[in-house]
């Protein structure tokens, strides 16, 4: 390979690697999605099996009005059963993987203890340029605590805008919002006949978290979306997939079998062992989502450090 120019260096230009090798790999997707969407069946092809057996069998016994719930959570229980624990151990994967180092107990440990010793230093009066460096740095790491919202910040602050929160105007709509949003995701788990169930209800439940995330500050949700209370929500709801599951073997003769008793079509207990299901499945689904996103947010460890600062550092460490 050849060297860079020193154009290239000076505009941070990286030389292109193969990009026939691209296009061609490109064009071959698009080829195979073009055959695809052209083979695709029109209005009068006939149903098939799965298809036709829900049209048929999905009033008479599971008393819902609605095939793709009685498909999802029904006649294929168990490939829904699968892709949710997918989803559980992809969780757990990120778990692993962004999880910072816990605190250990039993014992003052040195961060404790040198945060104390700093407390009695403050209150009896400290240089005011040392606070003020340990105020910036603080706030760098991302550990200064600012006033709740910006209408608590006195005016002529200087910049940047320490508050968690954000403005009335957006705290506000939000509040508005968060009730509308959250009617929706429980009429999709709720409503036996209508599309929907756990996994969308699930994603409205990560969306209303996130909405007050943003509008209102971290300090606000961390009760609720503290690792310890989160993991204990979602390993009940994949406990209650489980035995839904499971009770249809002693109940129906079959794992996954419809044991729940049918109430008539169209109200919220008809389908079932469906809705069983798909409540048990908005636990499992938007718990499991709001913590992989919230420690893929609180990750600070970097798996990919920078040879060169490794070296500064190491230099750094040899000097002193």
Same mark, same amino acid.
């Not at 961060?111 to 403050?122: I, L, P, Y």
């Not at 603080?138 to 209408?151: K, N, Q, S």
């Given at each position: 390979m050849s060297e860079p120019t020193p154009e290239r260096e000076l505009h941070g230009l990286e030389p292109t690697h193969r990009p026939w090798l691209g296009a061609l790999a490109a064009g071959g997707v698009l080829a195979g999605l073009v055959v695809a969407f052209?083979? @695709?069946?029109?209005?009068? $092809?006939?149903? !098939?099996?799965?298809? %036709?057996?829900?049209?048929?069998?999905?009033? !008479? %016994?599971?008393? =819902?009005?609605? !095939?793709? /719930?009685? +498909?999802?959570?029904? *006649?294929?229980?168990?490939?829904?059963?699968?892709?949710? *624990?997918? @989803? @559980?151990?992809? &969780? &757990? /994967?990120?778990? &692993?993987?962004?999880?910072?180092?816990?605190? %250990?107990?039993? *014992?003052?440990?040195?961060?404790? $203890?040198? #945060?104390?010793?700093?407390?009695?230093?403050? %209150?009896?009066? /400290?240089?005011?340029?040392?606070?003020?460096?340990?105020?910036?740095?603080?706030?760098?790491?991302?550990?200064?605590?600012?006033?709740?919202? !910006?209408?608590?910040?006195?005016?002529?602050?200087?910049?940047?805008?320490? #508050?968690?929160?954000?403005? +009335? +105007?957006?705290?506000?709509?939000?509040?508005? +919002?968060?009730?509308?949003?959250? &009617? $929706?995701?429980?009429?999709?788990? =709720?409503?036996?006949? =209508?599309p929907g169930g756990g996994f969308p209800a699930g994603a409205v439940v990560l969306g209303l978290v996130l909405l007050a995330y943003t509008a209102f500050g971290y300090r606000r949700i961390a009760p609720v979306v503290r690792p310890v209370v989160m993991e204990a929500v979602e390993t009940v709801g994949a406990l209650a997939i489980i035995a839904a599951l499971l009770l249809g073997i002693p109940f129906a003769g079959s794992f996954a079998a419809s044991w729940v008793p049918l109430a008539p079509e169209q109200t919220l207990r008809s389908g079932g062992i469906l809705q069983v299901f798909s409540v048990s499945e908005l636990v499992e689904v938007g718990s499991g989502l709001v913590i992989v996103v919230f420690a893929l947010l609180g990750m600070r460890h970097d798996w990919a450090p920078d040879p060169e600062s490794d070296l500064e550092h190491a230099d750094g460490e040899d000097d002193r």
């Open positions: 052209a083979d @695709l069946p029109d209005e009068t $092809a006939p149903l !098939p099996a799965i298809a %036709r057996r829900a049209m048929v069998e999905t009033l !008479p %016994r599971f008393k =819902s009005t609605e !095939p793709v /719930s009685a +498909v999802v959570y029904g *006649f294929r229980a168990m490939d829904t059963f699968g892709e949710t *624990f997918l @989803l @559980l151990a992809a &969780v &757990v /994967s990120v778990v &692993v993987l962004a999880r910072t180092r816990e605190p %250990r107990h039993g *014992f003052v440990g040195e961060e404790r $203890a040198g #945060a104390e010793e700093q407390r009695r230093v403050d %209150r009896g009066g /400290s240089d005011e340029g040392a606070r003020t460096a340990r105020e910036a740095e603080a706030e760098e790491e991302g550990r200064a605590e600012g006033p709740a919202t !910006p209408d608590d910040e006195p005016l002529a602050t200087p910049a940047p805008e320490r #508050a968690e929160a954000m403005t +009335v +105007v957006t705290r506000t709509a939000v509040r508005v +919002v968060l009730p509308l949003l959250a &009617v $929706a995701g429980l009429y999709l788990v =709720s409503q036996g006949y =209508s």
